[in-house]
């Protein structure tokens, strides 16, 4: 997997090259300023780019900013964003392009090696991945959600953090077939079409939340 890191710290961006390249992904380019992170993404167009939310010259959404532009251009590009702090707004800019893989994490999750080479990889196969605490950000605003069961915001947190019925299954100790139920009757309740596409239905929640 061909991957472009756009951080500005100078370990923390060697850092994520020697994480991804331990798993065998390879890094074709990085960059340190938010200038540089348009043309570099262009130029590589590759299979997944990381991108620290604030990046030189003006350090306010200069990454952000980037990945949105580059999805114009190159529509669908997996984009990973990184951020210092839990910022609803940026999730729900890069939730505004249904297109393509897309995650948001906060730096701290790094230090969870595996944590955020899965969340790499489902990007890049055009998967969601958003942070637990954005996810927890987003429920505690969204007074509709006032009309689902405790169960039912459980796994619909489980859902909007980018996880399979199968993985919310064994992480609350049910069947399948129980968190399909739930699901059923989450959409239901939220006047949301069900689907059986796992992004889509990500994107579809987490843009509902923050509407």
């Known amino acids: 997997m061909r991957v472009v890191i756009a951080e500005d710290h100078a370990l923390l961006r060697d850092g994520l090259t020697r994480i991804l390249e331990a798993f065998d992904h390879e890094v074709v380019a990085v960059a340190g300023r938010g200038p540089d992170v348009l043309p570099t993404l262009l130029e590589c167009k590759p299979d997944v780019a990381v991108l620290d939310v604030r990046l030189p010259p003006t350090f306010t959404d200069e990454g952000l900013q980037a990945a949105i532009a580059v999805r114009r251009e190159v529509p669908g590009l997996p984009i990973l964003v990184l951020s210092q702090h839990v910022e609803p707004l ?38 969601t991945v958003m942070d637990p605490e954005v996810v927890a950000r987003l429920l505690d605003r969204s007074r509709p959600l006032d009309v689902l069961t405790a169960r039912e915001r459980e796994v619909l947190g489980e859902m909007a953090s980018g996880r399979s019925n ?8 049910v069947t399948e077939k129980a968190v399909s139920k739930h699901i059923n009757n989450i959409f239901t309740k939220l006047g949301l079409p069900v689907s059986e596409d796992d992004n889509r239905r990500v994107l579809a929640v987490l843009a509902y939340l923050d509407s």
């Open 90 to 127: 940026y999730a729900r800019e890069l939730l505004s392009d249904r297109r393509g893989g897309v995650g948001y994490l906060l730096k701290d999750r790094v230090s969870d090696v595996a944590q955020f080479v899965d969340a790499v990889q489902q990007v890049a196969g055009g998967g």
């Open 166 to 173: 199968a993985a919310i299954a064994g992480k609350l100790f």
